[in-house]
Nanobody, 126 residues
Framework: VQLQASGGGSVQAGASLTLSCAAT????????MGWFRQAPGKAREFVSA????????FYTDAVKGRFTSTRDNVKNTVYLRMNNLKPEDTALYYC????????????????????WGQGTQVTVSS
């Protein structure tokens, strides 16, 4: 599956953005879809994972209650709605796909996902 992320931008703190991740080549209905982010000078970190087989979405604590991952299997697209953005959310955001429905022991990491999009920049100013 090939992934194309979009929707990033520059916003003020407290604003909202919705990122999109359009998939081609395979249907995402049988994939766990993840979002990761990488801030300047930092390692890529997990944001969310939407496990299709269990219907469960996991979020890192830093975004719980503010970010929501959804999917549209007809459009073959995953979304990340980000509300109440903070300067610390500034990062390059990546979407990723995992074809193994089993949740990894210890949680989702970069290595849990095989397919990656190119990243979309989110910049939040105070």
């Amino acid at each position: 599956v090939q992934l194309q992320a979009s929707g990033g931008g520059s916003v003020q703190a407290g604003a909202s953005l919705t990122l999109s991740c359009a998939a081609t080549g395979r249907a995402i209905s049988s994939y766990t879809m993840g979002w990761f982010r990488q801030a300047p000078g930092k390692a890529r970190e997990f944001v969310s994972a939407d496990n299709w087989s269990t219907g469960t979405t996991f979020y890192t604590d830093a975004v719980k209650g503010r970010f929501t991952s959804t999917r549209d299997n007809v459009k073959n697209t995953v979304y990340l709605r980000m509300n109440n953005l903070k300067p610390e959310d500034t990062a390059l955001y990546y979407c990723a796909a995992r074809d193994n429905p089993v949740q990894p022991l210890g949680g989702y990491t970069e290595g849990s996902f095989r397919s990656w999009g190119q990243g979309t920049q989110v910049t939040v100013s105070s």
